[in-house]
C-alpha cells in the first residue's frame, strides 16, 4: 500500500469510526429535555450583534453604486398596493395583534426583490433567493420599533426559501466576514467534522434559477415569531388562478425581466396569496426557535390559513414610486410585541437591519418616507 492510500484509508477507518458516535449523539440530543420553545440567550449575544452591525454597514459601503442601497435585498423588482384581510371565520385561539379582528382589512405596500446585496451582479435572470416583504398600515398597538412616520406599521418578511443558510449568529458572522473567501466557510479545513454541509446543502436549494414570476413562489418567514401565546413560523401561497396560462415572459432573458413581467400582469390581472402559519409543537423534535437551519415540519406542523393578501392590477413603475420603493424601510422588528421575531438569527437583524437602513438613507441624504400618506396621495 502506497503511503497516500495509506493516509486515505487511515482517514476512512477514523469517519466510519467516528458516524456511529455521531448518530448515538444526536439521538441522545433528541431526547433531551430541552424546552424548545424557549429561546436561548448565547453568552456573547451584545458581541455578535456588533459584529453583525459592522458587517452590515461595511458591506453596504462597499458595493454602493450611484447611491447606497441595502445591505440584504438590494435590488427591488417594485412595491405595489395591496389589500391585507384577515379571514372572517378566523378561529379565536389566532386572535392577536394584526390578527385580533376578523375580517379586518389592512392597507399594505409589498416590495418583491432579488436577494443579492450587490446592486451591479443583481441581474434577475441570475441564480438567487427572491424576497417578498410586507408593511401592514394603519395597524392599533405600540410596536417593539418604530420604524415608519406616520402611522404604525407591522412589517412581514419572507424568502422564497423555508430556512436560512446558516445555523447560528457566530457562523453569520464568520460567514460575512468571509465573503471573499467562497469555499472556507463550508470547507475551512481538511478535517471533515468542521464541514459545514447543512449549510452548503441549503445554499444549494435557496439559490435557484429565477421564476417565471415573482407571484408564482411560495414565500416563508425562514425564522420563528411569536402569535401571541404561540409560537410561529408563516408564509405565503399563491392562490390566484392562471388557468394553464403561462406568463407573457417564458424565459428568463434581461436584467430586468422579472420586474417587466410583474408589470405586464398587474396591467391585466389582480394577484393572491394565502398568509398562513405553523404552529410549533413542543412534544415533537425538529422545531427548535435557535437553529436557523431547522425546518418544521409539515406533517407535524400543517400550516394554518389566517389572511389573504389581494394585489389589485395597478402601475406601479412610475420613477415617483420606484423612489419611493428605494427609501422604504422594512425590518421584522417594525412589529407588534404579539408578532415578537424569535431565534438568535432575528436578534441579529434587530442590529443589521437599523444599521443599513440609517446609514443608507444618510449617505443618500433621504428620508424613510410616510407610507400611508403616499398610498392615500396615489388612491
Same mark, same amino acid.
Given at each position: 500500500?502506497?503511503?497516500?492510500?495509506?493516509?486515505?484509508?487511515?482517514?476512512?477507518?477514523?469517519?466510519?469510526?467516528?458516524?456511529?458516535?455521531?448518530?448515538?449523539?444526536?439521538?441522545?440530543?433528541?431526547?433531551?429535555?430541552?424546552?424548545?420553545?424557549?429561546?436561548?440567550?448565547?453568552?456573547?449575544?451584545?458581541?455578535?450583534?456588533?459584529?453583525?452591525?459592522?458587517?452590515?454597514?461595511?458591506?453596504?459601503?462597499?458595493?454602493?453604486?450611484?447611491?447606497?442601497?441595502?445591505?440584504?435585498?438590494?435590488?427591488?423588482?417594485?412595491?405595489?398596493?395591496?389589500?391585507?384581510?384577515?379571514?372572517?371565520?378566523?378561529?379565536?385561539?389566532?386572535?392577536?395583534?394584526?390578527?385580533?379582528?376578523?375580517?379586518?382589512?389592512?392597507?399594505?405596500?409589498?416590495?418583491?426583490?432579488?436577494?443579492?446585496?450587490?446592486?451591479?451582479?443583481?441581474?434577475?435572470?441570475?441564480?438567487?433567493?427572491?424576497?417578498?416583504?410586507?408593511?401592514?398600515?394603519?395597524?392599533?398597538?405600540?410596536?417593539?420599533?418604530?420604524?415608519?412616520?406616520?402611522?404604525?406599521?407591522?412589517?412581514?418578511?419572507?424568502?422564497?426559501?423555508?430556512?436560512?443558510?446558516?445555523?447560528?449568529?457566530?457562523?453569520?458572522?464568520?460567514?460575512?466576514?468571509?465573503?471573499?473567501?467562497?469555499?472556507?466557510?463550508?470547507?475551512?479545513?481538511?478535517?471533515?467534522?468542521?464541514?459545514?454541509?447543512?449549510?452548503?446543502?441549503?445554499?444549494?436549494?435557496?439559490?435557484?434559477?429565477?421564476?417565471?414570476?415573482?407571484?408564482?413562489?411560495?414565500?416563508?418567514?425562514?425564522?420563528?415569531?411569536?402569535?401571541?401565546?404561540?409560537?410561529?413560523?408563516?408564509?405565503?401561497?399563491?392562490?390566484?388562478?392562471?388557468?394553464?396560462?403561462? %406568463?407573457?415572459? @417564458?424565459? $428568463? #432573458?434581461?436584467?430586468?425581466?422579472?420586474?417587466?413581467?410583474?408589470?405586464?400582469?398587474? /396591467?391585466?390581472? +389582480?394577484?393572491?396569496?394565502?398568509?398562513?402559519?405553523?404552529?410549533?409543537?413542543?412534544?415533537?423534535?425538529?422545531?427548535?426557535?435557535?437553529?436557523?437551519?431547522?425546518?418544521?415540519?409539515?406533517?407535524?406542523?400543517?400550516?394554518?390559513?389566517?389572511?389573504?393578501?389581494?394585489?389589485?392590477?395597478?402601475?406601479?413603475?412610475?420613477?415617483?414610486?420606484?423612489?419611493?420603493?428605494?427609501?422604504?424601510?422594512?425590518? %421584522?422588528?417594525? @412589529?407588534? $410585541? #404579539?408578532?415578537?421575531?424569535?431565534?438568535?438569527?432575528?436578534?441579529?437583524?434587530?442590529? /443589521?437591519?437599523? +444599521?443599513?437602513?440609517?446609514?443608507?438613507?444618510?449617505?443618500?441624504?433621504?428620508?424613510?418616507?410616510?407610507?400611508?400618506?403616499?398610498?392615500?396621495?396615489?388612491?
Amino acid at each position: 500500500m502506497t503511503r497516500k492510500n495509506h493516509y486515505l484509508n487511515d482517514w476512512l477507518t477514523k469517519c466510519f469510526r467516528t458516524v456511529p458516535a455521531l448518530v448515538l449523539a444526536g439521538l441522545l440530543m433528541g431526547c433531551s429535555d430541552v424546552d424548545v420553545s424557549k429561546e436561548v440567550l448565547r453568552d456573547d449575544e451584545a458581541q455578535q450583534g456588533e459584529a453583525t452591525r459592522a458587517h452590515f454597514i461595511k458591506l453596504v459601503d462597499e458595493h454602493r453604486t450611484d447611491y447606497v442601497a441595502r445591505g440584504a435585498h438590494a435590488k427591488a423588482h417594485a412595491c405595489v398596493r395591496a389589500y391585507f384581510d384577515v379571514l372572517p371565520d378566523l378561529r379565536g385561539e389566532f386572535r392577536y395583534g394584526v390578527f385580533a379582528e376578523p375580517g379586518r382589512r389592512y392597507k399594505t405596500w409589498v416590495r418583491f426583490s432579488n436577494g443579492n446585496f450587490n446592486m451591479k451582479t443583481s441581474q434577475d435572470y441570475r441564480n438567487d433567493v427572491r424576497g417578498m416583504a410586507l408593511k401592514l398600515l394603519e395597524v392599533n398597538g405600540q410596536p417593539l420599533e418604530q420604524g415608519d412616520p406616520g402611522s404604525v406599521t407591522q412589517d412581514f418578511l419572507m424568502l422564497t426559501t423555508p430556512v436560512f443558510i446558516v445555523s447560528n449568529s457566530a457562523d453569520y458572522n464568520y460567514f460575512m466576514a468571509n465573503l471573499d473567501q467562497g469555499k472556507k466557510f463550508f470547507f475551512p479545513d481538511w478535517n471533515p467534522l468542521n464541514w459545514r454541509i447543512r449549510e452548503l446543502l441549503a445554499v444549494k436549494r435557496a439559490v435557484t434559477p429565477p421564476p417565471a414570476s415573482v407571484l408564482e413562489p411560495t414565500y416563508y418567514s425562514a425564522a420563528p415569531f411569536k402569535l401571541g401565546p404561540h409560537n410561529i413560523k408563516f408564509a405565503m401561497r399563491a392562490c390566484h388562478k392562471r388557468n394553464g396560462v403561462a %406568463p407573457a415572459t @417564458a424565459e $428568463p #432573458e434581461g436584467a430586468d425581466f422579472l420586474r417587466e413581467q410583474l408589470r405586464e400582469e398587474l /396591467a391585466e390581472t +389582480a394577484a393572491c396569496f394565502i398568509f398562513q402559519v405553523q404552529l410549533q409543537r413542543t412534544g415533537r423534535g425538529g422545531m427548535s426557535l435557535e437553529d436557523g437551519l431547522e425546518e418544521w415540519s409539515e406533517d407535524d406542523a400543517p400550516f394554518i390559513p389566517l389572511a389573504a393578501l389581494t394585489i389589485p392590477p395597478q402601475t406601479f413603475s412610475t420613477p415617483a414610486q420606484t423612489e419611493f420603493c428605494e427609501n422604504l424601510s422594512f425590518s %421584522p422588528w417594525h @412589529a407588534l $410585541p #404579539e408578532h415578537r421575531p424569535l431565534g438568535q438569527l432575528n436578534r441579529l437583524r434587530r442590529h /443589521a437591519y437599523p +444599521a443599513s437602513s440609517g446609514y443608507r438613507h444618510e449617505q443618500n441624504e433621504a428620508e424613510i418616507p410616510d407610507a400611508m400618506a403616499y398610498w392615500e396621495a396615489g388612491e
